[in-house]
């Protein structure tokens, strides 16, 4: 591996897997306090604009964040303080405008994503959704903070922040379960608004935290000159915009996965659980992998170095997909295992467990080519060239509409369902999957256009070939677990997890090294 990647990948990778710890500790809480009833439904709903804004705005790895990043680098830290002032004002006046109309239309936009819910979960999401509204202008400024601590190369802090928010949930939790046990006719539990009071507390903690790391690196400036930097300043605000598009495909996504689901009890809470199982992994791997490539990636573009760009984009594509289809076969094969240990205890019973086991797989399949649009995505960004990526967002949401309706039944109001396949939630999953494969093939043959061609069909074999090696792994241990495993407990499902995992690891290293389709080494 590279040794760019050598010397930011530990410091990303330690952040991102503490971030990724906690925010598991955080829905084993959730699970074991709501399960899949109508309150986490109902916050699933309400979160879907403000997380949305979170995630795609004040997200690392975020548009703006690789915004700011490729403006910021060139710069001295007293004229990227300039540039950061000037556009976290204007920034956090628009998103304070939004956060108003969002709150004065909660309930109309509770209805439009979900019209399917039951009365009594629209008013939860409703008073959930005002709420967390103040999180919207908080999320331009974490955004741009991220942007420009990565910028000077701090990418630990940006890599850990998120686990604010987790760490504050699960105090809410607890202190909500000590207050129950202190008060026996209370039921701190019900209370409709609990996750949304911790998810706006954890912002706000992320967001002071960020503030005191700014200043200290010297990038906040409490005084601005608007004339000055007007071309680096409009360079960050034109790149956000399609890119916004084009990287949040994804979340944009949710809207539309989510307007369907509203018409299956428990399906929110479901892929919520489901999604955060596959994203744990796939966060770590997106932060590690494709993060610290992004300034590179810039720096090869502006020195015209296309040669350069297209190997070490060609070495990021095998690593990206050597250990996504990993990932994609371990879940398949361990997802028994992987949902009765994390969710299934408390409110979170068997068929709650059942329901999010075919749900975890259906995510799995899709694992390699999220994390390929990932790549692909950034890559157009960071060399400054978004208009295809924006084409393909909004052909990627038609899409998605069409093939969440199809997949789900084709179902038309007072006639009944027209097609034959019906897959329920699993379906909506399987759009996505769809989508973003699509997206990918469009992505890859474009970039012989920006003179950085991608040998197709090596790539092709290649990833052919670990498949292949993950498709016997996944055999022969589901095999073994099968005959093998007779303890129906936590410790026996531990125990065939570690082993299972251990065992599948070595064989799916042995066999992509046969196979020489795996640069990692020992």
Request: net charge positive; aromatic share 14%.
């Amino acid at each position: 591996m590279h040794s760019f990647l050598k010397n930011n990948v530990f410091s990303i990778s330690f952040g991102t897997s503490l971030s990724k710890l906690a925010g598991c500790i955080r829905q084993i809480f959730i699970a074991a306090a709501f399960g899949v009833g109508v309150t986490y439904d109902a916050f699933n709903y309400a979160y879907i604009i403000p997380g949305f804004l979170l995630i795609i705005i004040g997200g690392i790895n975020g548009p703006l964040h690789n915004a700011v990043v490729a403006v910021l680098t060139p710069l001295s830290k007293k004229n990227g303080a300039i540039v950061l002032t000037q556009v976290s004002i204007k920034l956090s006046i628009l998103l304070f405008i939004l956060a108003i109309l969002i709150y004065s239309n909660s309930s109309l936009l509770i209805e439009l994503l979900a019209p399917n819910l039951s009365s009594e979960a629209k008013s939860i999401a409703t008073y959930q959704l005002q709420i967390l509204t103040p999180c919207i202008p908080l999320s331009g400024f974490i955004g741009l903070s991220f942007g420009a601590l990565n910028s000077q190369r701090k990418f630990f802090l940006s890599s850990v922040s998120p686990a604010i928010t987790s760490l504050t949930t699960i105090f809410f939790i607890l202190f909500s379960w000590i207050f129950n046990q202190e008060n026996t006719s209370s039921h701190f539990f019900n209370v409709t608004g609990l996750l949304a009071f911790a998810t706006l507390t954890g912002t706000l903690i992320q967001f002071v935290v960020q503030i005191f790391e700014i200043n200290k690196i010297g990038l906040l400036r409490l005084e601005s000159t608007f004339n000055l930097f007007k071309n680096e300043e409009s360079r960050i605000f034109k790149l956000i915009i399609p890119a916004s598009f084009s990287s949040g495909l994804s979340q944009i996504n949710v809207f539309i996965d989510m307007f369907f689901a509203s018409s299956f009890q428990g399906a929110a809470s479901g892929l919520a659980y489901g999604n955060f199982l596959i994203q744990a992994p796939l966060g770590i791997l997106s932060n590690s992998l494709i993060l610290p490539l992004l300034p590179k990636f810039s720096k090869l573009r502006s020195d015209k170095d296309n040669r350069g760009l297209q190997k070490k984009l060609i070495t990021g594509i095998e690593y990206c997909f050597l250990t996504a289809i990993f990932l994609t076969g371990f879940f398949i094969t361990f997802n028994n295992q992987i949902v009765q240990l994390v969710f299934q205890r408390g409110s979170f019973d068997y068929s709650a467990a059942l329901k999010v086991k075919n749900i975890l797989i259906a995510y799995a399949v899709g694992i390699p080519f999220y994390l390929y649009r990932d790549l692909l995505v950034r890559t157009y960004y960071s060399i400054e060239k978004t208009n295809l990526p924006f084409k393909t967002s909004f052909a990627g949401i038609i899409f998605n509409v069409f093939f969440d309706w199809f997949l789900i039944g084709a179902p038309i109001k007072n006639f009944g369902n027209i097609s034959p396949y019906n897959f329920g939630v699993v379906g909506i999953i399987l759009s996505s999957v769809i989508v973003n494969f699509i997206v990918c093939i469009l992505l890859s043959f474009n970039l012989r256009n920006e003179d950085i061609p991608l040998p197709n069909f090596d790539l092709l074999r290649k990833i052919s070939l670990m498949s292949l090696a993950a498709f016997i792994g996944s055999t022969l241990c589901f095999t073994i677990l099968k005959t093998t495993n007779k303890l129906n407990s936590n410790l026996g499902e531990f125990l065939s997890l570690i082993f299972g995992s251990l065992t599948f690891f070595v064989i799916y290293f042995l066999l992509t090294k046969f196979f020489k389709v795996n640069k990692f080494k020992v």
